[in-house]
């Protein structure tokens, strides 16, 4: 697939994540389906006159200019969205040591909901309580990883050590 919804190098599309090039395959896709319509549109238009006998009017030029301006404003606004998205994507710094750190799913993608439920079925299959609470209190990948979430599952895991 031809990516020319962003102007980026080969250098910079091979250093996107998964998550970063499905959003960018999806915005491409997005975007070639309004040329398509905008093509289609145009096409039909300039029939429709031939089929008028309206071959020598302005009307094409001006509904080409119109349907053009309206592609331009739609492309604009996908392609705004991708760039907020790819920043917000950006893989953590450190994230691949963090995998390589800890015996749970580092994937930045996730929702904080899903990276709470995986981080806590990692921590409750350890039997000992007191190792599961110091390996979970020493985790600092958890603390970054969960955010907000990291008191809240030292809550719950303390609760099922008593």
């Known amino acids: 697939m031809v990516f020319d919804i962003l ?20 915005a491409q ?3 070639n389906e ?6 289609r549109d145009i096409e039909l238009f300039e029939k429709l006159l031939l089929t008028d006998g309206m071959d020598d009017s302005s009307l094409l030029e001006q ?3 119109e349907l053009e301006a309206q592609y331009e404003y739609d492309v604009g606004i996908i392609r705004e969205q991708l ?11 450190g994230e691949d040591e963090d995998q390589s750190q800890v015996g749970y799913v580092v994937d930045y993608s996730l929702p904080y909901i899903d990276r ?7 921590y409750l299959a350890i039997e000992d309580p007191a190792e599961r609470m110091n390996q979970y209190g020493a985790d600092d990948v958890a603390r970054r990883y969960l955010g907000s979430y990291y008191t809240t599952l030292y809550n719950v895991l303390y609760q099922y050590s008593q």
């Open 7 to 26: 102007d980026l190098s080969e250098r910079e599309l091979s250093e996107l994540s998964v998550v970063q090039m499905q959003l960018l395959r999806s």
């Open 29 to 31: 896709k997005k975007k």
């Open 34 to 39: 309004l040329q398509f319509k905008m093509e």
């Open 63 to 65: 509904k080409r200019v």
């Open 83 to 93: 760039e907020y998205s790819l920043k917000i994507n950006d893989p953590y710094p």
């Open 116 to 122: 709470y439920a995986i981080v806590k079925q990692y």
